[in-house]
């Protein structure tokens, strides 16, 4: 999570703006298949192979990013600031499902970044 090769740059940002533009890459890599991106913004994923990935994908069943919330709540861990962030799709049966990410935020000597740290707890299918 430290490596500064991970994730995207967010010198000049604000943490909305980081939150918006890393969860925006994260999902168009998702759905192009891009493993080599889903790894590069989410390096939880490093180790997870080709396969495994796209049954992850597969299973969750995403079909279109309808929008990318705001931060809903903040906390921290010893890399520096965590934003949880929800998200909204329509999967492939036509329901919206409703997905929480973190995002981590860290500040080195390589300047400001974040990366996707995971989901938080389970998707919920939710009324439009």
Same mark, same amino acid.
């Given at each position: 999570m430290s490596d500064p090769s991970y994730g995207i740059s967010a010198e000049g940002m604000t943490r909305e703006q980081e939150c918006q533009t890393i969860l925006q890459q994260a999902w168009a890599a998702d759905s192009k298949y891009d493993f080599a991106r889903i790894r590069q913004l989410f390096p939880l994923a490093a180790d997870v192979s080709d396969e495994a990935l796209r049954?992850?994908?597969?299973?969750?069943?995403?079909?279109?990013?309808?929008?990318?919330?705001?931060?809903?709540?903040?906390?921290?861990?010893?890399?520096?600031?965590?934003?949880?962030?929800?998200?909204?799709?329509?999967?492939? /049966?036509?329901?919206?499902?409703?997905?929480? /990410?973190?995002?981590?935020?860290?500040?080195? /000597?390589?300047?400001?970044?974040?990366?996707?740290?995971?989901?938080?707890?389970?998707?919920?299918?939710?009324?439009?």
């Amino acid at each position: 999570m430290s490596d500064p090769s991970y994730g995207i740059s967010a010198e000049g940002m604000t943490r909305e703006q980081e939150c918006q533009t890393i969860l925006q890459q994260a999902w168009a890599a998702d759905s192009k298949y891009d493993f080599a991106r889903i790894r590069q913004l989410f390096p939880l994923a490093a180790d997870v192979s080709d396969e495994a990935l796209r049954e992850i994908i597969k299973q969750a069943g995403v079909l279109q990013l309808l929008r990318i919330g705001v931060i809903e709540r903040t906390g921290s861990s010893k890399l520096g600031p965590l934003a949880l962030v929800p998200s909204w799709f329509r999967a492939e /049966d036509g329901s919206v499902t409703e997905v929480w /990410d973190t995002v981590q935020f860290r500040e080195t /000597d390589h300047g400001t970044s974040c990366v996707v740290y995971g989901a938080h707890g389970y998707a919920l299918n939710v009324k439009e």
